[in-house]
Nanobody, 122 residues
Framework: QVQLVESGGGLVQAGGSLRLSCAAS????????MGWFRQAPGKEREFVAT????????YYADSVKGRFTISRDNSKNTVYLQMSSLKAEDTAVYYC???????????????WGQGTQVTVSS
């Protein structure tokens, strides 16, 4: 079992930046690929970014490529999502997730956090 707790969400103006954190506990964090997803009101949960267990490979949704950066610190059992040049359409609840597999589908992920709200005002 892996427990995930997100933090760092909040209200930010368009063009601003925010860094989300996801702290993991339980089974070995190093053994999991990690991902960030988001869900806007009335929309389905969608993939944002993913990173392999050793941080060697990352992959992003086209909508955030060049603006968001995923990273991890295995010594702190934490994965991060640095978000820059934020837009109103980035407003959503952001979730981190852990997976034995590497992928961008919701079904690739085994464990989920509770989410943190990000609101971008235009």
């Amino acid at each position: 079992q892996v427990q995930l707790v997100e933090s760092g969400g909040g209200l930010v103006q368009a063009g601003g930046s925010l860094r989300l954190s996801c702290a993991a506990s339980g089974r070995s964090f190093r053994g999991y690929n990690m991902g960030w997803f988001r869900q806007a009101p009335g929309k389905e949960r969608e993939f944002v970014a993913t990173i392999t267990w050793n941080g060697g490979t990352t992959y992003y949704a086209d909508s955030v490529k060049g603006r968001f950066t995923i990273s991890r610190d295995n010594s702190k059992n934490t994965v991060y999502l640095q978000m820059s040049s934020l837009k109103a359409e980035d407003t959503a609840v952001y979730y981190c997730a852990a997976a034995r597999n590497y992928g961008s589908r919701l079904t690739d992920y085994d464990y989920w956090g509770q989410g943190t709200q990000v609101t971008v005002s235009s």
